[in-house]
Nanobody
Framework: QVQLVESGGGLVQAGGSLRLSCAAS????????MGWFYQAPGKEREFVGAVKWNAGPAYYADSVKGRFTVSRDNAKNTVYLQMDSLKPEDTAVYYC??????????????????WGQGTQVTVSS
């Protein structure tokens, strides 16, 4: 059974940083592209970033380029989202997701087969 468990969310002031982690189990981690998405209240879930399977590159939404970094540690079956220069509009529940190999629509919710339960990030002004 595949499980994705996010951690590291919390409350931070604008301009601050947080690092989210997503620990995966029940899958061959190196074979999976790992994505991060966020969902603000009343809004649809949106793409943040993704890191390609194995040792592939990372991809980002324009809104977070230069501020957020997605990385993976295949030895620990864990993907990270380093968030710097946080803004109040980054406030949302953040989810990690997994899809085998690399989907062409990696920035779409529908591309992913497995999801974590989410972790809340709140950025105060």
């Amino acid at each position: 059974q595949v499980q994705l468990v996010e951690s590291g969310g919390g409350l931070v002031q604008a301009g601050g940083s947080l690092r989210l982690s997503c620990a995966a189990s029940g899958l061959t981690f190196v074979d999976y592209t790992m994505g991060w998405f966020y969902q603000a209240p009343g809004k649809e879930r949106e793409f943040v970033g993704a890191v390609k399977w194995n040792a592939g590159p990372a991809y980002y939404a324009d809104s977070v380029k230069g501020r957020f970094t997605v990385s993976r540690d295949n030895a620990k079956n864990t993907v990270y989202l380093q968030m710097d220069s946080l803004k109040p509009e980054d406030t949302a529940v953040y989810y990690c997701a997994a899809r085998k190999y690399f989907p062409y629509n990696y920035d779409s919710v529908g591309a992913y087969d497995y999801w974590g339960q989410g972790t809340q990030v709140t950025v105060s002004s």
